[in-house]
């Protein structure tokens, strides 16, 4: 029985960084996620006689408003959702079930690193037909549905069984529930060497992955302690848990502490791991050995073509602008394409689908391939050990002679949370006028080379996105990005972004920190955080 209720256009449904995000309350509120939903359908020609696919990282509400979409796709006669079993599937999980099955697009439930729980965040994403985000062209128009909305359409019926295998029917609708990491394991099973891999394991390497109780444990599980023998119990917070046991399920130093003091005592494991919220973020750490996430993507670049998937080689790789250059030299050195794109993973869609470039990778601890569309945290820890068992060196061998080979970038991130929107716009405008003015002058010593606000042109389609973030180059190479978060839930979150080179072969064992003081001295003196916001540090530093 198809009920259309009624409603009227709800403010502030805009998409950000990575779809919709807000506290969980706001999503519970009535017809909160039934007007998002539905403006979702009207924005992508309805769902008629379509194919999506459903699921989210198991945060609290995950299973409520996994009802109500099954519901609404089968008012606006969706011939067919996929679910994952119990609503559960990662993020990349999700995008290869679309491309596999060829749905029309899939409903990705997630506030991905932000924590969950009745009181933290909920978030819901729409997927296209390849698999990846939309792109701004649908958010936009998502967004303007929201703005008009007068009516949504439900199916007024008992909900639907997602916790058992198989088929069974929402009105005229096809609900099919599936196992949510078979498909998965089978792609990561064609992509590396899990025979060399498992040999590894079994010669005495000790690895431990955290799943800090989001949706990637029983991955993780069934990939690394199943399919290749790693210890039972190196998988850490392997139940998913509807708030992530109380924490942050962001995998960096911060809030992976444990793993970081794991992986820096004595008698610590070869390999430490993490994933987020929704299964596609990765943190990398060796025996006494922090990979940032810039790091990561360019030895990974260097090193793909020993895995099984990658052997042809790399067409081009694609960063975040404020991502490290690490990458840059190598796709230099080797002879490949790399492409700066704004923050945002909808931003490597064009690229991955026109074989323009095979890896991706942000400094937000996001990394991945055209295996999916979408960041992949599993898959990035196993081309990690995949390359681990084709070397057989240490990470921090393989850091070493990296930086030996292409130079460091040494590079950090300072956060500054829930400021006073107010302030952090101003802040952000006033420097954004002044970029004109700041080649050739002063900044703590530093003299400025360039600065602009970052727009991107896509060399695919043309789309055109702008003020993506301010970027300033100084003379000797370093570098000071500023952005403004469009992921977080209150408030507003400053992103400094620092880079500073360093050729070798002195000067590559340094402390971060110290090696970005004077950038950090920079960034001071350009935009005055400090003054403006009153914070004398950064709340987070990775
Ligand atoms: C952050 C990261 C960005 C990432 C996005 C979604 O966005 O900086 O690199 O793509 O989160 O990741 P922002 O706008 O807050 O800087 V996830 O794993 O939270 O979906
Ligand atoms: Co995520």
Redesign the pocket.
Same mark, same amino acid.
């Given at each position: 029985m198809i009920r259309t209720v009624p409603t009227a256009p709800i403010d502030g449904q805009k998409p950000? =960084?990575?779809g919709l995000r807000k506290k969980t309350r706001v999503f519970m509120a009535p017809g909160y996620l039934e007007n998002f939903v539905q403006s979702i359908w009207n924005a992508i020609g309805g769902v008629s006689g379509k194919t999506l696919v459903l699921g989210g990282d198991g945060r609290f509400f995950n299973d409520r408003a996994a009802q109500v979409i099954a519901k609404m796709a089968a008012a606006s006669g969706a011939a067919r959702v996929i679910v994952g079993q119990n609503a559960l599937l990662s =993020?990349p999980a999700a995008s290869n079930l679309i491309r596999l099955r060829g749905a029309d697009g899939g409903i990705i439930l *997630?506030a991905?690193?932000?924590p969950g729980g009745e009181a933290e965040d909920f978030g819901v994403k729409y997927n296209g037909a390849n698999g990846g985000p939309a792109p701004e062209a649908i958010t936009e128009r998502i967004f303007a549905e929201t703005r008009a909305l007068q009516e949504y359409r439900i199916l007024d019926i008992a909900d639907c069984d997602l916790a058992t295998p198989g088929e069974a029917r929402l009105g005229d609708m096809v609900v099919e529930v599936v196992d949510p990491v078979a498909d998965y394991r089978a792609l990561m099973e064609k992509l590396f060497d899990f025979k060399a891999i498992r040999a590894l394991l079994e010669s005495g390497f000790q690895l431990r992955f955290d799943a800090m109780h989001a949706v990637t444990g029983p991955y993780a599980r069934a990939i690394l302690e199943g399919a290749l023998g790693a210890a039972p119990g190196s998988v850490v917070n392997a139940v998913p848990l509807p708030d992530f046991g109380g924490g942050h399920p962001d995998p960096n130093p911060v809030w992976a502490r444990d793993l970081m003091d794991t992986m820096f005592a004595a008698d610590a494991p070869d390999f430490g791991a993490a994933s987020?919220g929704?299964g596609? @973020?990765n943190m990398i750490v060796g025996r006494g050995v922090y990979v940032t996430p810039s790091d990561s993507l360019a030895v990974l670049a260097a090193n793909a073509h020993l895995a099984p998937g990658y052997t042809r080689g790399l067409t081009g790789v694609a960063r *975040?602008m404020p991502t490290s250059a690490a990458v840059d030299r190598v796709a230099a050195a080797r002879g490949f394409d790399c492409f700066a794109t704004p =923050? +945002?993973?909808k931003f490597f869609g064009n690229l991955l689908d026109a074989g323009r470039a095979t890896l991706c990778g %942000? %400094? *937000?601890a +996001?990394t991945g391939s055209d295996h999916v569309r979408e960041?992949d945290g599993l898959w990035a820890v196993l081309l990690w050990l995949n390359i681990l068992a084709a070397r057989r060196e240490s990470v921090a061998g393989i850091m070493a002679a990296h930086w030996a080979e292409f130079g460091r970038n040494y590079y950090s991130r300072h956060d500054y949370e829930a400021l006073d929107t107010a302030i952090a716009t101003a802040l952000m405008e006033d420097l954004r006028a002044r970029l004109p003015d700041l080649p050739g002058t002063d900044a703590a010593g530093l003299t400025v080379q360039s600065a602009e606000d970052f727009a991107y042109t896509d060399p695919v389609d043309g789309s055109v996105a702008r003020a993506q973030g301010l970027q300033i180059g100084f003379e000797g190479g370093a570098r000071l990005v500023l @952005?403004l *978060? +469009?992921? +977080?839930t209150e408030g507003a =979150?400053l @992103?400094v972004y620092l880079e500073r080179f360093a050729p070798g072969p002195d000067g590559l064992d340094d402390d971060p920190q110290a090696a970005l003081a004077p950038v950090i001295a920079a960034a001071e003196a350009l935009a005055g955080i400090a003054a403006r916001t009153g914070r004398t540090a950064p709340d987070v530093i990775t």
């Open positions: 950000g =960084t990575s =993020t *997630s991905s690193h932000n987020d929704d596609d @973020r *975040s =923050t +945002g993973w %942000e %400094e *937000s +996001g960041k @952005r *978060s +469009g992921t +977080g =979150t @992103r």
